[in-house]
């Protein structure tokens, strides 16, 4: 089977094992305490721990792996499931009786499974369904090519935008929230960071009913209370949260969208900056961004490179205007991407930061200033086609953007690294944000050698590779003649 058919059936099982060991775990608990009633549901609920109902347990599930009627078990207890958790309805895959997946092929599965330890105290511990799901995930990205992208962000990129805004508390916003990666990684950043889960509040939309429920899986097996829309008319066309302004947006919209709708909205109030193309989604994003921001909101999202210099249908336009608007200008930071960071596209990307207040809102007055990082040369190859962002590149790069916003450290322009350009210098280079063409090129390291003596021993050593060079090739005719080979 395709990896586009299977996903939904391994993920579903591999969702209803976790809840499961983590009900039975406590389910035991409560079974040893004369006090406890075991199957009350209230008591799980109590400890944010999900109501499996006794058809749905997993050792009522695995014990029948072999029978030829495992499809139609499955799906009755995932509806059973979604009966009594409110938060799951519509949720869980109710297709394992399809005859493609076949009885024989799902039992091997459910026995596979079984043999793997996700929901109880040791395992919640170490976040190991986390893990799983992230590979998964990951896996199935890769196993689909471009289709597999639309759902998944790569962990390294996802986390690199979120140390950039670092969401600690508030509102955070994504209007393109695929598999929920953004929001995953936003609960982890606060927790580590001695938080805890419901200091931010997490509001999202997608368009696509099958990510939608990836999302709410990826969130529920974590715990994470989240306000996710799905509607079919995605955010330009129906935005389920029209008055919403979020402290953080954190977004990997679709590049380059041709059939966003743009002919119909001419008119709508989200296009402060210039009415985006038709042709083209990428200043929609923009500017839905913009809108959804808090007075003091700072957003974080992947772009294509051309969104970065484009000046087609009025797209340059809208960018001089976010430069150059009020109180100091939208635009924070340009990051540049390396390539080969995503399953979608092999070409690099950029990452945009924009902050509606650069004046002084907990950090230094960044307004006249913009912060370009040339990151292309980053990231280490997982695979023959993959790369990824190493932690010391994550820290570097965001290191150097918490120094320039006065929050930590000490900034200071690194030649072919990052560059705090001034906005007569972006009017110089007609709005355009290329880092390249600001950081300049890494200067090379001094080892101290005076340039004269540096060039009089490259000078000797040249001199004596062609003598070098010379006698070898004399060795080598001589060898040939000896060998009875001719001119």
Not at 26 to 46: I, K
Not at 78 to 107: C, F, Q, W
Not at 201 to 215: M, P, V
Not at 223 to 252: C, H, M, R, V
Request: glycine fraction near 10%; hydrophobic fraction near 35%.
């Amino acid at each position: 089977m395709d990896a586009s058919e299977y996903k939904h059936p391994v993920l579903g099982l591999i969702f209803l094992k976790y809840i499961s060991d983590a009900f039975e775990e406590l389910h035991a608990e409560l079974a040893g305490d004369p006090e406890s009633d075991p199957e009350d549901r209230d008591e799980y609920t109590a400890r944010n721990v999900f109501w499996v109902p006794p058809a749905a347990r997993w050792s009522q599930i695995a014990a029948k792996a072999k029978s030829p009627q495992i499809g139609e078990i499955v799906d009755k207890a995932m509806i059973a499931i979604e009966h009594d958790n409110p938060r799951l309805r519509g949720v869980l895959p109710k297709e394992y009786a399809k005859p493609s997946l076949g009885s024989t092929r799902l039992g091997a599965i459910v026995d596979l499974v079984n043999g793997i330890g996700l929901g109880d105290a040791e395992a919640r511990k170490h976040d190991v369904i986390g893990r799983v799901y992230e590979y998964f995930l990951g896996r199935f990205a890769n196993a689909e090519g471009k289709a597999g992208g639309e759902f998944y962000t790569p962990r390294s990129v996802v986390r690199l935008l979120v140390e950039m805004i670092e969401p600690f508390k508030g509102r955070v916003f994504d209007p393109c929230s695929g598999s929920g990666g953004m929001f995953v990684q936003s609960e982890e950043f606060v927790l580590a960071h001695g938080g805890k889960i419901g200091d931010v509040s997490i509001y999202g939309q997608e368009s696509n009913h099958t990510t939608w429920r990836l999302a709410m899986m990826n969130l529920a097996i974590r715990g994470i209370e989240a306000d996710i829309t799905w509607n079919e008319g995605g955010s330009f066309l129906q935005d389920a949260y029209p008055d919403l302004k979020a402290d953080f947006i954190l977004a990997n919209p679709p590049f380059n969208d041709s059939e966003w709708g743009g002919e119909g909205l001419r008119d709508d109030k989200r296009w402060k900056f210039g009415i985006p193309p038709a042709g083209n989604s990428n200043y929609a994003w923009i500017e839905h961004f913009v809108y959804h921001l808090a007075p003091t909101g700072v957003a974080a999202f992947i772009m294509a490179n051309g969104s970065m210099s484009s000046n087609q249908s009025g797209e340059g336009e809208i960018r001089r205007s976010l430069i150059e608007a009020e109180s100091g200008g939208l635009v924070d930071c340009v990051i540049a991407l390396p390539g080969q960071l995503f399953y979608t596209t092999q070409i690099p990307v950029c990452v945009w930061i924009l902050a509606r207040n650069r004046r002084n809102h907990k950090f230094r007055d960044r307004s006249g200033e913009i912060l370009f990082i040339d990151a292309r040369k980053m990231g280490e190859m997982t695979d023959r086609t993959h790369k990824t962002l190493r932690k010391e590149d994550i820290s570097t790069i965001s290191d150097a953007y918490h120094a320039w916003r006065g929050k930590r450290g000490v900034y200071e322009d690194i030649a072919g690294f990052c560059k705090a350009a001034t906005l007569d210098d972006v009017r110089k280079h007609g709005h355009v944000l290329t880092p390249g063409r600001y950081v300049g090129t890494e200067e090379p390291e001094d080892d101290g050698e005076p340039f004269a003596d540096k060039m009089a021993r490259l000078t000797s050593l040249l001199r004596e590779q062609q003598l070098e060079s010379s006698r070898l090739d004399s060795d080598i005719g001589e060898t040939l003649g000896n060998l009875g080979y001719g001119d």
